[in-house]
């Protein structure tokens, strides 16, 4: 057995010595090449005869060249390499398997060269489209673009205002209405809760819209909500059918006092630099003295966009001193009458080179900018007659809802520009004792412009949604305001005002000695220019029909089909708060029984009897005159006056009596 492998790697070195010969034979002398030849020839034939028994299969051999000239013949002499290790004959299993495999191979082969001549003959044409469906937004064109619409203009801001996080109550049901989707395919569309997980990287196609959780964090209801959401909706409506040359809407209200000598805001922001200094902060977190705040009133302009009114705009804001000034409905009046004239804001406001002649705020519904306030209704009378106004809206949404109004949405802007920022009181000096009380007010109205001055600083380098912001400090006024008299007048207010708990409207009148022209086409829509009463509509047996006030279950239509519907109004002429619930209940109480007009509160509705009083009193001195003044009337009918003074005095009354 040892010499058997002995003489197997004897034959082994020769072969490879062999081998390497053949591939250099151009290189070798002939002397050198016979005798390898001879050399490798013999100890094959040895190995070969001496172990028959090591090989399964034959090893080609030839007899050396009889000439040493007949090199060639030994290079076409075909030899087989042997195996370096000893190997087992194939079974008749395996050789069937891999001819198999070789002729699938083969066959695979052949027809991947025929399928390629085929598509290189075949004419040039587009690529086939991808297996599989389509995706939903080819067959449901606008479904991205109508789930924004449905969720930005009916959404609020979050509850503390810091984050720009935009809140609407909408289910996923809501969204499906008008698309013939799944509820799956329409939440892939949605913002995923979690990226990382497998169900979140089925998100490709998505809006920016991300449901939320149920939460803890719900504000307070009130019945009002939907009532005032529809009277809102009217004047929106109303807006966009008059377009951007005609009308302005604004969005008032007063942002959170801004504390001096504390942190402006009591929000953390990310650091985007490196700054090598320590920063001191005040050691106690409770204010200075009373009334030691900024006050500022900000306004928002509320541009068109694609036929609607967006939520964008410009913004202005006016900022006061806390202990020296307040935020009332004139205040406000005044900030609206000079940023209507400002010189950065004529862009918005003015329309052939004059304000334009509508007019719509939208507020909060606080003590200052509520539309059922006394002192709201004298500002908004001083202002609809110095501007020449066509009319004027202030509507506002229901208590505990203010995080609807438009203007929420830009304070968390506002108050992320005063994180770390800390506003000194004492800038001039200090006019504090050690009591915190003032004992200097020439001293204090100086910190308090100052301090003023460096929060306008910083609010002026704000760009909210790519609009400017404009901010002033605002004195005190050294004079009181005066009311106006036309609001005081009952019979102007009769014919300008249809005043409402959550809407005030003043519309210029018909009579042109009392009122100019109107230059809008608000008459074109409304015919008395008042907005209609909202009225809730719904699916009854034989179509659309009203709902009854004990049966509130249907939904307020948009104005052009509420104009559409006038005839379904139960009642008419149909009072503003009909719909609404807090009012249901006293409604009756607060309509006039000889006109039918509606007024919402009782003194009120008694200012407006006494005109009716006065009238009743004209109708009976008028027959008094008639039987005692006009003594005989001639045969042609005319009528012949013997006291010519009696006839001349005046037959009205002032509230008096006289």
Known sequence: MGKQDEDWKNLREAWNKFDKTLKNQSNCPTFLQKWIFKSAT????????????????????????????????????????????????????????????????????????????????????????????PPTEKEQEGLQEAILNLVYYEASTDDPRRSEILKCAKTVDELL???????????????????????????????????????????????????????????????????????????????????????????????????ERQI???DYDYPIAKGLKLIPSVIGVLCFKDWKVSYSGPTCISIRGGAIDSSTAETHRQDLIKYLHHDKMRDYFWSNNRIKPVLVVFSDGGPDEAPRNEKVLQAAVKSFKMLDLDAMFVCTNAPHQSARNPVERRMAPLSQDLCGLIIPHDICGTH??????????????????????????????????????????????????????????????????????????????????????????????????????????????????????????????????????????????CPNDYYCPSVIPELQKLICPVCKKYFFRKARLTKHGKIHKNLATIFELAEEIETEVVSSIDEGGVQIIEDMEAWMQPIYEDDTGN
Request: glycine fraction near 4%; proline fraction near 7%; hydrophobic fraction near 35%.
């Open 280 to 282: 001191l902060m005040p």
């Open 177 to 275: 209405a008008g698309y013939n989707i799944f509820r799956t395919a329409l939440y892939y569309r949605l913002i995923p809760r979690n990226v990382s997980t497998k169900d979140g990287g089925r998100h490709v196609n998505t809006v920016p819209v991300k449901l939320i959780r149920p939460s803890n964090s719900l504000r307070k209801e009130h019945e009002d909500t939907h009532f005032c959401a529809g009277q809102i909706k009217h004047i929106r409506d109303l807006a966009e059918l008059l377009g951007p040359q005609a009308v302005n809407v604004l969005s008032v209200d007063d942002k959170a006092r801004v504390p001096l000598g504390l942190p402006a805001a009591q929000k953390q922001a990310p650091i985007l630099m490196h700054y």
């Open 432 to 573: 504090l004792h050690a009591r915190g009380r003032t004992i200097d007010k020439v001293l204090e109205k100086k910190n308090f412009e100052a301090a003023g001055r460096i929060l306008a600083e910083v609010w002026n380098r704000t760009v909210i949604d790519g609009f400017e912001v404009i901010a002033q400090y605002v004195p005190p006024a050294s004079t009181a305001a005066s009311e106006s008299t036309e609001a005081n007048d009952v019979l102007w207010r009769n014919r300008h005002i249809l005043q409402s708990k959550y809407c005030l409207p003043v519309v210029k009148c018909q009579d042109e000695s009392c009122c100019s022209p109107m230059i809008s086409r608000l008459r074109l829509y409304l015919e008395d220019g008042f907005l209609p009463a909202p009225v809730m509509f719904r699916h009854g047996l034989y179509g659309l029909e009203a709902c009854s006030q004990e049966n509130i279950d249907g939904r307020f239509l948009d104005i052009s089909q509420r104009l559409q519907n006038a005839s379904l109004v139960p009642v008419k002429p």
């Open 42 to 133: 013999t100890s094959t034939k040895t190995t070969a005869t001496s172990e028959p028994a090591r090989s399964s299969k034959a090893v080609a051999t030839t007899q050396p060249p009889t000439s040493s000239n007949n090199v060639e013949q030994a290079k076409e002499v075909e030899v087989e390499e042997l195996p370096s290790k000893y190997t087992r004959p194939e079974s008749l299993e395996v050789r069937n398997r891999r001819s198999d495999f070789e002729n699938q191979e083969a066959t695979r082969l052949r027809a991947a060269e025929i399928e390629g001549k085929k598509k290189l003959e075949a004419p040039q044409t587009l690529p086939k489209p991808k297996r599989g469906r």
